[in-house]
């Protein structure tokens, strides 16, 4: 009967190949995103001003990277401590270095997977399956039987009513669940209609690929490194008054930084709870476009174990839809098992309010799949919880039920002074992703310099 939505847990897939990508009417190839020469961007450009960009993630480090190119003056301004917002790096857990956030390269057709190749970068394609616990066994065949291509007009409820409307039972709830985790949302908050629509769009490719070391070092050696002069780490901007024709960034510290033009690239969140105050406020229909955005919670929970007693497949249950084994793609000894847990899932886990709690709950889910050999060999574990990351709160964005043109709206430069661009921003199908947030970087730095 109906629909799948994605055939392997955790990973983007593409459903149907989408051959156009066109940025506001702009084409972009991969010969220019990785030549990125100012006569190739906008020969007729006489922006000569000073550039704000607030947020060190993907998106704010590769607008930084081409502004860079440009010859452009610019500063990042990051609350944190650290460059790379949702990519971070785990050293002294393992025997070789673990991803904290965003680890898989989906498809190799973007502007990261251009930057990969032509750093040398190590990757390896990630083959593995996803399974599902269901009726007390792992199964390697999702038993929702959801297929989204074959399905048009799909309406505007959620994952649950969909579900539901389809005849599917209680004993599917979780596995609904699952899916819907995978894209970061409680499953009666995500929209089938626009999680398809959106998924249509996607056309980065449909292969998986991991790195020898961390995703986020190919951005901190090949991005970060290059223009970590420009960046200001904890550094928390509090308003933003753009009332004139000279910009006023204000830290929380009280500290004004001036621009002619701003790049916002901070999470959903971090715009939604208004955690930055502009001067004048933002119109209403830019407010409600932020607040139509879904951003649900997330977490990555690595479990050391002395043996491996663990398949190497994905398998996943109630408390965590997705478990992983680390070392795909890596070279180490030790055994590092990871616990993906999204949406739903994750806001449990982080009711239960203290690491040891969370890791025991998943130790005991694990127990139960494998004959109580996880607490037997459990050794360390290091939980990453990104939603209670204080400039982050959550994992990344979903498409809620209504949402529309809500992201384009988003996105909408406000009297070409402020430019909006992160993951969230994307429109091209790529949010939720790395390449994706960097797509909207380099975006972003095109319309301001087409707006002068
Ligand atoms: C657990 C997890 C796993 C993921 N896995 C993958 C994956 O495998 N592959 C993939 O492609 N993507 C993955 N993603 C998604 C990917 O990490 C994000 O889409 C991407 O990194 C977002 O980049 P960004 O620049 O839009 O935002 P961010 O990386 O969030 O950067 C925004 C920056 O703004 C800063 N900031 C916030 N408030 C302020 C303020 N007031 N002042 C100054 N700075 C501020 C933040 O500190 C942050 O550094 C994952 C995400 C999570 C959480």
């Known amino acids: 009967m109906l629909l799948l939505l994605r055939p392997k847990l955790m990973k983007r897939k593409t459903f149907i190949q989408n051959t156009i990508t066109a940025y506001l009417g702009l084409m972009i190839t991969p010969a220019l995103l990785s030549s990125c020469r100012k006569e190739d961007l906008l020969p007729d450009s006489n922006f000569s001003g000073k550039v704000i960009i607030i947020g060190a993630g993907a998106a704010g480090l590769y607008a930084g990277f081409i502004l860079k190119s440009l010859g ?6 990051e609350a944190s401590n650290k460059a790379g917002g949702r990519l971070g790096k785990l050293t002294d857990f393992a025997d070789f270095p673990i991803d904290l956030g965003a680890q898989w390269l989906h498809g190799r057709n973007s502007v990261l997977g251009d930057l990969a190749q032509n750093s040398g970068t190590a990757i390896s394609v990630d083959n593995s399956e996803a399974r599902y616990w269901f009726n007390g066994g792992l199964v390697a065949t999702n038993p929702l039987n959801w297929d989204f291509e074959d399905q ?15 005849g599917f039972g209680a004993e599917y709830k979780f596995l609904v669940e699952q899916i819907a985790g995978d894209f970061g949302a409680d499953s009666s908050e995500i929209s089938a209609k626009w999680t398809k629509a ?3 769009e996607w056309n980065s490719g449909e292969t998986d690929y991991k790195f020898q070391e961390t995703f986020f070092d190919l951005i901190d050696k090949n991005i970060t490194a290059t223009i970590s002069d420009r960046i200001h780490l904890n550094t928390v901007v509090s308003k933003i008054d753009y009332s004139g024709d000279q910009l006023t960034v204000t830290d929380n510290a009280s500290i004004n930084y001036n621009a002619d033009k701003i790049i916002i690239t901070v999470p959903i969140t971090v715009l939604q709870d208004e955690d930055i105050e502009f001067v004048p406020a933002l119109p209403a229909a830019k407010t409600e476009a932020f607040n139509k955005i879904g951003m649900g919670a997330g977490m ?6 002395s043996s491996k007693f663990y398949d190497e497949n994905i398998g996943g249950g109630e408390i965590c839809a997705a478990y992983a ?9 030790d055994n590092i098992l990871l616990a993906f ?21 998943l130790l005991s889910e694990l127990d139960n799949m494998y004959d109580n050999q996880a607490t037997a060999s459990f050794m360390d574990a290091h939980v990453e919880n990104w939603t209670t990351h204080p400039y982050i709160k959550g994992a990344y964005s979903f498409s809620t039920i209504g949402i529309g043109d809500a992201r384009s709206i988003a996105t ?3 009297d070409n002074k402020l ?11 790529h949010h939720q992703t790395v390449h994706g947030a960097a797509e909207t970087g380099y975006r972003e730095v095109i319309n301001l310099l087409k707006s002068e």
């Not at 048009?152 to 389809?166: G, K, R």
């Not at 990555?300 to 174990?305: E, S, Y």
């Not at 084994?325 to 000894?333: A, F, P, R, V």
């Not at 449990?348 to 969370?358: A, M, P, Q, V």
């Open 72 to 77: 452009i003056d610019f500063t990042i301004l």
């Open 152 to 166: 048009d007009n799909l309406p505007d409820v959620s994952f649950l009513a969909y579900a539901e409307q389809n």
């Open 198 to 200: 959106e998924e249509e």
């Open 300 to 305: 990555k929970v690595f479990l050391k174990f």
């Open 325 to 333: 084994d680390e070392i795909t793609g890596k070279t180490g000894n």
């Open 341 to 361: 847990v999204m949406g739903k899932q994750a806001e449990y886990l982080t009711s239960l309010g203290s690491d040891l709690e969370i890791t025991n709950a």
């Open 412 to 414: 909408e430069s406000i």
């Open 419 to 429: 430019f909006f661009a992160g993951e969230a921003m994307n429109i091209n199908g």
